[in-house]
């Protein structure tokens, strides 16, 4: 839950005696071992305001990972956790640039200050005061105050306190990031969002809105007649994003938007070709990002790199070539899914570490692995999955994919 920050404080940390204060705390280590011994001195020094120095200098170490050029920013425990990441907001906002956009859950500005880079008008609105005073400040000259402010620097944001299902803004698209958490509890139900995900469509029928969902949403439970699109980055699934269908091509239903800090995004949608070949499985296995499976696009991915399904209705893929950048299993043998088989066979090529992917099967990956008593020191992967009606074992090689 961490410090609960107040405007007082969020003054205080802005100001230059704040600023000068946070860099003297952020020479300090801040490590469980040095935790009181830190506190202490900071209390010493800075009295009142100890708690929340400490509390923005933690929080700006854990959000250098997912907030690129945050170094300055405030926070909240909660609100770092809700943020977008950088890559992740900035996908979005490239595709509204050019756009006059209201972000209607603001929060601490994690997707305003994209917008600010890409669109000509931004407003940014929340519930709590804190997180907006938490904006301005990250914002810092991109942020508009009203009319007698200061006129120097680029400003093309104006924030406000406003509930986001009464709509305050005509002529913008509409972006929402619901909190999940509802009575301290994730939640997915989207009756239970704050705000609820129901009351929002409403207030905004009719017009263009992109909404931020869990990955984990039902889908078909939803109606949605725009786009769904489902985000990863760096191979662990991130978000759900609702695009009316004014913000999307025609004939798009779903995407898939695969983000690496290490190589250009792939993008995928379901107006794409998903026909495929029926072969005998080929030299490679490939395991799809979870943001195609979770869009349900494994066929137009496998239709995109000349591969094809191990079964119809597993979402593992097969082929000659692993697409670039992408980790591929070289198959070194298919065995017979028997304890006794796979313990001998993984004796006689020495295997110390085993990786085990199930898909179709009811296998529990770490419970077999301790009883395939692994005494090696090779590498290797086993893909148990289903063919047709037969579980099938296939003994492979890890390959990291070459970038693009
Ligand atoms: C998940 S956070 C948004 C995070 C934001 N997209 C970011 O990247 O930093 C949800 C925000 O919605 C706000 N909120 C909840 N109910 C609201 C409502 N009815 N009207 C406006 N804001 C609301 C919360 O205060 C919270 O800041």
């Given at each position: 839950m961490g410090y609960r920050f107040g405007r007082a404080d969020i003054a205080f940390l802005a100001c230059a005696a704040g600023r000068a204060a946070l860099a003297e705390v952020d020479r300090l280590e801040l490590t469980s071992a040095t935790h009181l011994r830190d506190l202490e001195r900071v209390r010493r020094d800075h009295g009142e305001h100890a708690a929340a120095l400490v509390?923005?200098?933690?929080?700006?170490?854990?959000?250098?990972?997912?907030?690129?050029?945050?170094?300055?920013?405030?926070?909240?425990?909660?609100?770092?956790?809700?943020?977008?990441?950088?890559?992740?907001?900035?996908?979005?906002?490239?595709?509204?640039?050019?756009?006059?956009?209201?972000?209607?859950?603001?929060?601490?500005?994690?997707?305003?200050?994209?917008?600010a880079e890409v669109c000509p008008a931004v407003v940014g609105s929340d519930l709590d005061e804190v997180r907006l005073a938490i904006a301005a400040h990250n914002l810092g000259s991109r942020w508009a105050p009203l009319p007698g402010g200061d006129p120097a620097g680029p400003r093309n944001v104006l924030l406000a306190k406003a509930d986001a299902v009464v709509p305050s803004s005509t002529g913008t698209v509409i972006i929402a990031d619901p909190a999940r958490r509802a009575d301290g509890r994730r939640?997915?139900?989207?009756?239970?969002?704050?705000?609820?995900?129901?009351?929002?469509?409403?207030?905004?029928?009719?017009?263009?809105?992109?909404?931020?969902?869990?990955?984990?949403?039902?889908f078909d439970r939803l109606d949605w007649y725009g786009e769904i699109e489902v985000v990863s980055l760096d191979g662990a699934v991130r978000e759900a994003c609702l695009w009316s269908a004014g913000l999307t091509e025609s004939g798009v239903a779903r995407r898939a938007t695969v983000l690496s800090s290490r190589r250009e995004p792939e993008v995928l949608t379901d107006a794409e070709p998903d026909e495929l070949p029926e072969h005998p499985p080929g030299e490679w296995i490939i395991d799809p990002d979870g943001a195609i499976v979770r869009a349900g696009l494994v066929r137009h991915y496998a239709a995109r790199h000349g591969l094809w399904q191990l079964d119809p209705h597993i979402a593992y893929l097969t082929g000659d070539a692993v697409p670039d950048g992408v980790r591929g299993f070289r198959i070194e043998d298919r065995l017979e899914l028997r304890e006794k088989t796979l313990r001998q066979e993984l004796a006689r090529r020495g295997c110390g570490a085993l990786e085990i992917l199930v898909r179709g099967v009811d296998v529990d990956p770490d419970a077999l692995r301790k009883r395939l008593k692994l005494k090696g020191s090779e590498p290797y992967t086993l893909v148990i999955t289903r063919i047709g009606r037969t579980a099938a074992a296939f003994l492979c090689i890890a390959h990291a994919g070459a970038e693009r």
């Open positions: 509390e923005t200098v933690r929080l700006r170490r854990k959000a250098a990972a997912k907030l690129h050029g945050a170094g300055d920013w405030l926070f909240t425990d909660d609100a770092l956790q809700q943020a977008t990441p950088t890559p992740v907001a900035r996908h979005r906002a490239a595709r509204l640039a050019g756009r006059a956009v209201h972000d209607v859950t603001c929060s601490i500005g994690a997707e305003l200050v994209e917008l939640t997915h139900d989207p009756a239970k969002l704050q705000p609820p995900l129901p009351d929002l469509l409403d207030a905004y029928a009719g017009r263009d809105i992109a909404v931020k969902c869990a990955p984990g949403l039902d």
